[in-house]
């Protein structure tokens, strides 16, 4: 289990034996079983959690109520500054939740009324709605294209601009052309299928790309 967590200097006291049996008994007979993604998930959740215990000096498993309540605000902190959506932080905060819960030790978020509902509170604040930007005219991409200097152009700058030509020159993502052809006669299951595996890549690929923002991933930052 330690490949998974870092089980070494827990506060946990007499219990520790327990919440390592937990955990073992969690890895080899439910973690297996679990969808490849959902797995994924989980660990990567937790893992940026653990990350954040190390660097503020706490115990990713504690048994100790305050210890934990201070613990888990940091981490909401941190993920609402990171500027992930309302609903990525609450699925993040409820991989922890289930995982204390796997642990057998108390969990704030669910033993602590006040706790919850500052949680809430402090979900509420996040805008959850995203604003519509304007329309990209191909008299936009024009304009765009003419101020580009190749004789001096940087890398980053360079990517930008093959990207968004790219997407102008497409017109529409796959999904797009697929939300067409359901709307029409030629709808169909495999089409059905394909929007839903493309909006679930879409979801894990927004993740992923959140995830190495946070923790500032090699090979991220080379290109800001």
């Not at 669910?110 to 519509?132: H, P, R």
Request: charged letters at 30%; aromatic letters at 10%.
């Amino acid at each position: 289990m330690n490949k998974l967590m870092k089980l070494d200097g827990l506060h946990l006291g007499d219990e520790a034996e327990l919440v390592v049996r937990n955990l073992v008994e969690f890895r080899d007979d439910v973690l297996g079983q679990k969808n490849a993604n959902t797995r994924k998930a989980y660990l990567c959740d937790f893992g940026l959690f653990q990350r954040l215990c190390d660097k503020h000096n706490y115990s990713s498993f504690d048994n100790n109520l305050e210890r934990t309540k201070n613990m888990f605000k940091h981490y909401l902190e941190h993920l609402i500054e990171s500027g992930l959506r309302k609903t990525t932080i609450k699925r993040k905060l409820s991989a922890i939740s289930y995982f204390y819960g796997i642990a057998g030790l108390a969990n704030p978020m669910n033993t602590s009324k006040v706790f919850k509902e500052m949680i809430v509170n402090k979900l509420n604040k996040i805008d959850g709605a995203q604003n519509q930007a304007n329309a990209f005219t191909l008299m936009d991409l024009d304009e765009f294209n003419k101020k580009l200097d190749f004789s001096s152009i940087k890398l980053r700058d360079l990517r930008n601009a093959a990207i968004i030509n790219l997407a102008f020159d497409t017109l529409l993502r796959a999904s797009n052309i697929i939300e067409f052809y359901q709307k029409s006669e030629f709808a169909c299951d495999h089409n059905a299928r394909a929007l839903e595996c493309l909006k679930e890549a879409a979801k894990w690929l927004d993740c992923r790309t959140r995830y190495r923002e946070a923790r500032g991933a090699e090979g991220y930052r080379d290109w800001e």
